[in-house]
């Protein structure tokens, strides 16, 4: 019996061999062409570990590589920077914005939206634009958590990958339309700086109220700063709930993430992070990365069945 179990426990040669190769084919490109970091060995242990540890924790793993790809396709941009490719908008989206969305002010003239919110910040609205910044990745991953160990793998699985589809929509788009965010024409002004280090704007107000500094850590470890259209922050929680609603999460879920994704977005226009055309096109990400998937691929026979298969596995 000890025996029967112990076999059952292992991973066969098949799956140790993709769990190996997944994670030196990650390794070695990142060590050779963006650099290696602390956190790079603790998640290659942490996915080596819970993979080989037991069946429940190598379908969880199986079940995280949406998650895992994204994290990793975000770090591997600095495999070839946005404006290495394409030339950075800064004063054509700006004006943009006050075309479409200015505020007609007696003391300051026309302004965009960013630049009447940084006139007129109160501690509240820093305190709780923190907040709703917070969650922008992690309430997204617990809603899928709580779909997988509610046992719902199917919603689990296309909440996962859709999730993963519209980053990779986003980061296409980074690349086509390379655009300064509002606090680097308040800082910078309209011409493009290499090498300029990320910035929490309006987001350094909660740091300083907490003394957590969380932004901080945060932002100025970005090396890529022309990545503000479109907002995948305005994105993330919408592709939650529109999978809360399809498969009828409680309400509790539902009215979370809509103040959650609410929040979110003003947040973005609020401490300068994004224009409102970037929390549009976020959004319109979210709706177009959901679209492509349920009503295309899962339309494709190959493709339903590759799912079928993955949903069976995890």
């Not at 919110?117 to 309430?139: E, N």
């Not at 609603?245 to 609410?262: E, N």
């Amino acid at each position: 019996m000890t025996y029967t179990r112990h076999i059952w426990h292992k991973a066969t040669r098949s799956e140790t061999l993709w769990c190996l190769g997944a994670l030196a084919v990650w390794l070695t490109v990142t060590a050779l062409f963006i650099g290696f970091r602390p956190e790079h060995t603790v998640m290659a242990m942490l996915i080596a570990a819970l993979f080989f540890a037991s069946p429940v924790t190598r379908r969880l793993t199986v079940a995280l590589i949406p998650f895992f790809i994204f994290g990793i396709s975000y770090d591997w941009m600095n495999l070839c920077h946005n404006y290495d490719v394409n030339p950075i908008d800064t004063i054509g989206l700006y004006n943009a914005e006050k075309s479409l969305f200015g505020i007609d002010t007696i003391q300051w003239g026309l302004l965009t939206p960013n630049e009447f919110f940084a006139r007129h910040t109160t501690p509240v609205l820093d305190f709780l634009g923190g907040v709703f910044y917070l969650c922008w990745v992690p309430v997204p991953v617990i809603f899928g958590m709580w779909l997988y160990f509610k046992g719902r793998r199917i919603p689990y699985l296309h909440f996962a990958l859709v999730f993963l589809l519209v980053n990779l929509i986003g980061f296409t788009f980074y690349y086509i339309h390379p655009a300064a965010p509002p606090w680097y024409i308040e800082m910078h002004g309209f011409v493009p700086v290499i090498g300029t280090t990320g910035e929490v704007a309006g987001l350094g107000a909660f740091d300083n109220m907490t003394g957590w500094h969380v932004f901080e850590g945060l932002y100025t470890r970005n090396s890529n700063i022309f990545a503000a259209l479109p907002s995948l922050h305005s994105a993330y929680t919408l592709v939650a709930l529109i999978y809360a609603i399809r498969y009828r999460s409680s309400m509790a879920w539902r009215i979370a993430l809509a103040v959650i994704t609410a929040g979110i977005w003003f947040t973005a226009v609020y401490t300068s992070h994004h224009y409102i055309i970037d929390v549009l096109a976020g959004i319109a990400c979210a709706f177009v990365g959901f679209a492509l998937f349920e009503y295309v691929l899962m339309r494709t026979g190959a493709f339903r069945r590759f799912i079928d298969r993955y949903a069976s596995y995890i």
